[in-house]
């Protein structure tokens, strides 16, 4: 996977794996397409956000048995936290290496 530093943090780009400490395995990071690239790589941002678009899911989960990310919640929007706010991609927050969100049944989704 490539990732592009900033102030000693990756961007997340597309295709970047993340982990939800509920569910059983990594998923890729489905990045929208936008028109500004850095180096080639598409970088998220807080709009990525879509359960089922761009956060597909984990499997098996603890808590609902099984990940409900591309069926119950499919479509929901979920809020990423620890954004990048001095770079703003196509008019939302540039997400970086220590960005998250939850899901609503109560799992932590971060990068693997």
């Known amino acids: 996977m490539f990732r592009i ?3 000693n943090k990756d961007y997340l780009i597309k295709g970047t794996e993340l982990i939800c400490d509920k569910g059983e395995y990594e998923n890729k990071f489905e990045v929208s397409d936008k028109s500004v690239k850095l180096q080639g790589h598409i970088i998220a941002n807080q709009a990525d956000n879509v359960a089922g678009t ?5 499997g098996s989960c603890s808590v609902m048995g099984t990940c ?3 069926t119950d919640l499919k479509d929901e929007f979920l809020l990423w936290f620890e954004t990048y706010p001095k770079v703003i991609i196509c008019g939302s927050k540039a997400l970086l290496e220590d960005s998250y969100c939850f899901c609503p049944y109560g799992g932590r989704i971060t990068i693997s």
């Open 68 to 70: 409900k990310m591309e």
């Open 5 to 7: 530093s900033r102030e």
């Open 54 to 58: 761009h956060i597909k899911s984990f």
